[in-house]
T-cell receptor
Framework: QKEVEQNSGPLSVPEGAIASLNCTYS??????FFWYRQYSGKSPELIMS????GDKEDGRFTAQLNKASQYVSLLIRDSQPSDSATYLC??????????????FGQGTTLQVKP | SAVISQKPSRDICQRGTSLTIQCQVD?????MFWYRQQPGQSLTLIAT?????????ESGFVIDKFPISRPNLTFSTLTVSNMSPEDSSIYLC???????FGQGTRLTVV
């Protein structure tokens, strides 16, 4: 089992729809969760972080965390063609000798069709 | 969050040579991390760099191939040694305090 799992996609949604991206993780002690957007040939860009169970909203983006189910998701409302990118889920492990490092999923490719 | 700057942003290198990548942060940070992203793949941690101690390498990465320096709390370098085409990747640095990245270094080995 991979430590962080995402469906590779592509996930295709029409413009204006809600895109739902999902991520599961295996380490129950994980404390911090991040979503990145990466355009082709570019560096990943942090778009959301979440640390507590529940929802966190920022503009058109909502991150949802369920630690009991070891599940984190990203919702993108009113999807735009410019949202077409690869979305990476990352998990930060609990503090230990490996404190601070991020474990990444494989990424989900999102295509928003006009 | 801090501004993380990397140099060079891209390079094309001959096989068998070495390239040193620099990572500069605009504030003091405890740990710095070096990641690799091979074409079409996700990010993989190479090593963790603490100031004043040797870097800690992840499984599959060794110091002889990827020597790292961390001379102070704002700077680190990663060297990719004796390069082969398989080393063609994006190399990224990050810091513990903020989960963001520099613009990365796109390396092509020919």
């Amino acid at each position: 089992q991979k430590e962080v799992e995402q469906n590779s996609g592509p996930l295709s949604v029409p413009e204006g729809a809600i895109a739902s991206l999902n991520c599961t993780y295996s380490d129950r002690g994980s404390q911090s969760f991040f979503w990145y957007r990466q355009y082709s040939g570019k560096s990943p860009e942090l778009i959301m972080s979440i640390y507590s169970n529940g929802d966190k909203e920022d503009g058109r983006f909502t991150a949802q965390l369920n630690k009991a189910s070891q599940y984190v998701s990203l919702l993108i409302r009113d999807s735009q063609p410019s949202d077409s990118a690869t979305y990476l889920c990352a998990v930060r492990r609990k503090r230990s000798s490996n404190t601070g490092k991020l474990i990444f999923g494989q990424g989900t490719t999102l295509q928003v069709k006009p | 969050s801090a501004v993380i700057s990397q140099k060079p942003s891209r390079d094309i290198c001959q096989r068998g040579t070495s390239l040193t990548i620099q990572c500069q942060v605009d504030s003091q940070v405890t740990m710095m991390f070096w990641y690799r992203q091979q074409p079409g793949q996700s990010l993989t941690l190479i090593a963790t760099a603490n100031q004043g101690s040797e870097a800690t390498y992840e499984s599959g990465f060794v110091i002889d191939k990827f020597p790292i320096s961390r001379p102070n709390l704002t700077f680190s370098t990663l060297t990719v040694s004796n390069m082969s085409p398989e080393d063609s990747s994006i190399y990224l640095c990050s810091v513990e305090e903020w989960a963001d990245f520099g613009q990365g270094t796109r390396l092509t080995v020919v």
